[in-house]
């Protein structure tokens, strides 16, 4: 008579009229009862709505109730599959950068192909016997990517100036041009902290792109690497951070986010583990900085806007090339600190314990990398004691 309500749309609120004689479900227009006293009529049938009305809601309820349960488990399943894939543990004990960012390094078959068996110089069960304060770590075949030990492997944690080694692919991209004479600077970063460990390049100055390689990458300075974006001769300083990041998504960095050129901290700047040492990997099959990394010292010089010629000697902040250290066979690659990074460093190593019996072209070269460190480089040197027979 009145048309069922919708079993999703029942409106339970009182309504005048529902129930009168006459009534039009669709036009809701009234007319006169016929045979029945109106009272009477509006008794009866309010009566019988109102069983009907019970029965509804009941039936409704019960129907939201199923359809509840459906969504839950299926938003469950969903779920579940979901933090699978974002938090599954590393089953694979190598990871490959995609052949076509391989194909953009010089010479990427030089790097991966014909590497022998590492079960033949290396303890594989390193993973279950070592573990340092460090918040991160990672130990690592820089040639062929496979995991020997890992710690906390996919937290994002703030890697200060190992920002520096991304910031380097994208200055020989954007200063690809360069002359050789050398760059002159447009525009200088100064800034109010740490003045003694700067270049201190200013406007005018004239200096060799390899120059200020060094000076970022073994010395590690700041002002430098704001240096390269802010005269960067294809873009602005905001479209060089971004082209940090975009590096970092083709190289498949999912977990990385750059928001300066230097690591200085921000609560957006941040990496992994897991992608430094996809970062790692690619840096070191550049040639040209694998060999900047790998001096403990460089004499450099440059031109002042005057003329004036300025040496300066610069030092490794990578304390792994010091004596104490010595035995490790230290080839690189690069240092960070800050205050909310603590101390982080991604190392890489021709161990001499893992060098006998192999052909000299196909060396090992084992990488590590350590975030939050209480102390990076003692930290470094038990996790390649791990590495031992």
Excluded at 95 to 117: H, Q, R
Excluded at 204 to 233: C, H, R
Excluded at 287 to 313: M, W
Aim: net charge negative; charged share 25%.
């Amino acid at each position: 008579m009145y048309g069922k309500p919708s079993l999703l749309n029942v409106d339970l609120r009182p309504e005048r009229g529902i129930g009168r004689s006459g009534t039009n479900p669709t036009t809701g227009k009234v007319s006169p009862g016929r045979g029945m006293n109106d009272n009477k009529r509006r008794g009866a049938e309010s009566t019988g709505d109102a069983t009907k009305t019970r029965s509804y809601i009941a039936m409704t309820g019960r129907a939201s109730k199923v359809l509840f349960a459906v969504m839950f488990a299926v938003s469950f399943v969903i779920g579940a599959v979901r933090f699978h894939m974002v938090h599954q543990p590393i089953i694979s004990s190598s990871f490959d950068i995609p052949d076509t960012v391989l194909a953009k390094s010089p010479d990427p078959g030089a790097i991966l192909e014909d590497v022998p068996d590492p079960s033949e110089f290396m303890d594989l069960s390193v993973a279950d016997s070592v573990d340092v304060p460090a918040k991160s770590f990672l130990i690592y075949d820089v040639k062929t990517g496979q995991v020997y030990a890992r710690k906390r492997q996919d937290d994002k944690l703030p890697i200060a100036s190992l920002t520096k080694m991304m910031t380097a692919l994208v200055v020989l991209d954007e200063y690809a041009d360069a002359p050789d004479d050398g760059i002159e600077i447009k525009t200088s970063y100064r800034y109010d902290v740490d003045k003694d460990w700067v270049l201190g390049l200013e406007a005018g100055d004239k200096i060799t792109l390899e120059t200020m390689l060094e000076a970022m990458l073994i010395s590690s300075y700041n002002d430098v690497a704001f240096d390269f974006a802010l005269n960067d001769p294809n873009i602005d300083y905001v479209g060089f951070v971004d082209k940090m990041n975009e590096k970092a998504k083709e190289l498949g960095m999912y977990d990385t986010h750059f928001t300066n050129p230097a690591g200085l901290d921000n609560d957006e700047n941040y990496s992994t583990a897991n992608d430094l040492h996809i970062l790692v990997r690619k840096f070191w099959s550049v040639d040209r900085l694998a060999e900047i990394v790998g001096k403990s010292h460089s004499d450099i010089e440059y031109t002042k806007a005057d003329g004036t010629r300025v040496e300066k000697s610069l030092k490794s902040t990578n304390k792994m090339y010091t004596d104490r250290f010595v035995n490790y066979g230290t080839i690189g690659v690069k240092t960070g600190y800050t205050e909310d990074a603590g101390q982080c460093f991604a190392g890489a190593f021709a161990l001499p314990w893992l060098r006998s019996g192999v052909d000299g072209a196909h060396e090992p070269i084992v990488g590590t990398i350590v975030l939050g460190a209480e102390d990076r480089f003692e930290e470094t040197a038990e996790l390649l004691d791990a590495t031992k027979h």
